[in-house]
């Protein structure tokens, strides 16, 4: 499978600050996802990280809070935005080298706001 | 809608045995992937072994494998020889073939393995 690299590993925030997380693929990949899993839950799929194009937000999440860029197929951020102690939770983003294939994960960021 | 149900939030398992976690899942659809996932304290969430809607044959990977009922809509995991490594939270997923956008995932279940 492909080598996912996700930076930071983790992070300290102030309140009203913005953090981009970066996700760095060793091969290109169909598709990349962006998930939120917070304290004790499991995973929620925030949106899919389109290349060249805006990004596909499910419900209850929107761009302006968390930014997407995906500028070619083996690189893409997200961006939290205006954080609030809310956003407190493991951000982990996930790629499929086909449109049929497993979604594979990176490592994680954990963010914590104070 | 398609749900995902783990009905074991915590399991444990001493060293070498085996153990089976239980999935079930509810879908009207007919052509569908079912996952399960494994996350340590790392947090790093590996893909353990998936399976097919279409093959009648359980997946097998190495020491895990599943037992897939589809008329029953359930998808257990089972663990032979349980090693500490083994020590995990693991999550079942489900998405419908051709969407690869959507994995519904269950609530998990947290292995304990005893030495």
């Known amino acids: 499978s492909a080598v996912i690299s996700q930076k930071p590993s983790r992070d300290i925030c102030q309140r009203g600050t913005s953090l981009t997380i970066q996700c760095q693929v060793d091969?290109?990949?169909?598709?990349m996802f962006w998930y939120r899993q917070q304290p004790g839950q499991s995973l929620t799929l925030i949106a899919t990280a389109n290349q060249g194009s805006e990004a596909t937000y499910e419900s209850g999440f929107v761009i302006d809070k968390f930014p997407i860029s995906r500028p070619n197929l083996t690189f893409s951020t997200l961006t939290v935005s205006n954080m609030s102690p809310e956003d407190s939770s493991i951000y982990l983003c996930?790629?499929?080298?086909?449109?049929?294939?497993?979604?594979?994960f990176g490592d994680g960021t954990r963010l914590s706001i104070l | 809608a398609q749900t995902v149900t783990q009905s074991q939030p915590e399991m444990s398992v001493q060293e070498a045995e085996t153990v089976t976690l239980s999935c079930t899942y509810d879908t009207s659809e007919s052509d569908y992937y079912l996952f399960w996932y494994k996350q340590p304290p790392s947090r790093q969430m590996i893909l353990v072994i998936r399976?097919?809607?279409?093959k009648q044959q359980n997946a097998t990977e190495n020491r895990f494998s599943v037992n897939f009922q589809k008329a029953a809509k359930s998808f257990s995991l089972k663990i032979s020889d349980s090693q500490l490594g083994d020590a995990a939270m693991y999550f079942c997923?489900?998405?419908?073939?051709?969407?690869?956008?959507?994995?519904?995932w269950g609530l998990g279940t947290s292995l304990a393995v005893n030495p």
């Open positions: 399976q097919e809607a279409y």
């Open positions: 997923a489900y998405r419908n073939a051709g969407n690869n956008r959507k994995l519904i």
């Open positions: 091969s290109q990949v169909t598709m």
């Open positions: 996930s790629v499929a080298r086909g449109f049929d294939q497993p979604q594979h």
